[in-house]
């Protein structure tokens, strides 16, 4: 199984993103019709919308919620892993258990998913412009500081972005 590990916006997004996002799931998917997992950290704001057109897609679906949230109504098809952990080290938990990270825009607790995933050696990459803070990450570079554990990569449209996904999984033998 692939896992691919989404970065979201908590709060409620634009149309503009939720149809970004809908689209990239829905290209991956034609890419990668099975062997495939979709990783999210939670189930509200921009993480809602992506968890039920994945499953609406007919990916697997797995959760990793905050232990504040861990008892809220998931949908029934979802993995929910219940960490018993804060925001931020659940998050830790969900960078690490992905094969990729993909940042659709968020906020500061994306940006903290992508240093990790940085600093774990994880491909990135992130959607862009989102319009929200992750968007201030390419000022910095493809590389974070001067050990280059992972490149960072900036797309433009969703298309592109299941593409270079797909291209991964293939790699590695778990896109069929």
């Known amino acids: ?8 916006y908590s709060g ?4 503009e993103l939720i149809d970004k996002s809908r689209r ?15 990783l999210v950290g939670g189930y509200w704001g921009l993480m809602k919308y992506v968890v039920d057109e994945a499953l609406k897609l007919g990916f697997v679906v797995v959760v990793l919620p905050p232990e504040k949230l861990e008892d809220i109504d ?6 929910v892993i219940k960490t018993g952990t804060s925001y931020r080290v659940r998050s830790v938990f969900l960078v690490r258990s992905a094969d990729v990270l993909i940042a659709l825009g ?5 940006i903290q998913e992508i240093v990790t995933a ?16 992750t968007d201030r990450i390419k000022v910095l570079g493809k590389y974070l500081d001067q050990r280059k554990t992972s490149k960072i990569e900036f797309v433009g449209e969703p298309d592109a ?3 270079k996904i797909s291209r991964l999984a293939e790699a590695k033998g778990r896109c069929r």
């Open 1 to 8: 199984m692939f896992q691919v590990g989404i970065a979201a």
């Open 12 to 15: 409620e997004p634009p149309n």
């Open 24 to 38: 990239f799931l829905r290209a991956l998917k034609l890419r990668c019709t099975e062997n495939v997992s979709i």
């Open 74 to 79: 998931f949908p029934e098809n979802v993995l």
């Open 106 to 110: 968020g906020e500061s607790g994306s």
């Open 118 to 133: 940085y600093t774990e050696g994880k491909p990135i990459f992130v959607l862009y412009p989102s319009g929200f803070s």
């Open 161 to 163: 972005l299941a593409d």
